[in-house]
């Protein structure tokens, strides 16, 4: 899925990053180290029950306690806590684990920290891409996140090739178009689905006679 924004561009490094340091053992709260639900009150209804979040995530990817701990840098002991519900985490302890776990804290706990309704969210972008193609942007509260629609009519395209931070991907809902990344041309049949890195130039077209509608994300904010 392609994007109106010329300005921002820089290459990514898609590979993912993960590093260990010493982690001091828990100390006395301050500021600093305080958990991240202390403002609202301890485990209110509605925030995400940490530790069950970090055992399901560990579970599926194969990991011991032991494993996880290390990549993180903090004790085994201590994250067994935590997953047992035992001890609290902190904010920078919990983005250690996060990212061990190849996310950031907020798509790890899945949401935002404090929102447990769901929420109807308005577009950031709704307009025209080009004769013919209808384009909205929907941000994702809580995270960096953009849902992305577009409806091309036939024989109708974008008109720019851009390039921006992040990694974008798409999924053909209806009828077929082509992706054009650094000028090569890709064709996506209704059903499939691609990712593709959003620093490299890209575009879409349709070249049918029929209506085509591609929905999909990035993962940098850009709208």
Not at 36 to 61: C, H, K, N, Y
Not at 64 to 74: H, T, W
Not at 166 to 177: N, P, R, T
Request: hydrophobic content about 40%.
């Amino acid at each position: 899925m392609t994007d109106i924004s010329p300005k921002r561009k820089r290459r990514e490094d898609l590979a993912p990053v993960a590093y260990a340091r010493p982690v001091a053992q828990e100390a006395e709260r301050t500021p600093e180290t305080e958990p991240f639900w202390a403002e609202s009150g301890a485990m209110s209804t509605g925030v995400p029950q940490v530790g069950d979040v970090i055992r399901r995530l560990r579970v599926q990817r194969g990991l011991s306690v032991r494993a996880l701990a290390a990549s993180a840098g903090i004790s085994a002991s201590f994250l067994g806590a935590v997953e047992r519900g035992e001890s609290d985490i902190a904010l920078g302890r919990l983005a250690l684990v996060a990212q061990a776990l190849g996310h950031d804290v907020a798509s790890l706990l899945g949401y935002s920290l404090r929102q447990s309704t769901p929420r109807f969210v308005e577009p950031a972008t709704r307009g025209s891409r080009g004769a013919g193609v209808e384009f909205s942007a929907f941000r994702v509260p809580g995270s960096n996140l953009e849902l992305l629609v577009a409806f091309f009519a036939p024989r109708s395209s974008f008109d720019d090739s851009i390039t921006h931070a992040g990694i974008d991907v798409a999924y053909m809902a209806q009828g077929e178009l082509v992706l054009v990344v650094d000028g090569v041309d890709h064709l996506l049949a209704e059903g499939s689905c691609v990712v593709w890195p959003s620093s490299h130039p890209h575009t879409m077209r349709n070249d049918s006679d029929m209506p085509a509608i591609a929905v999909g994300f990035t993962t940098e904010t850009v709208y």
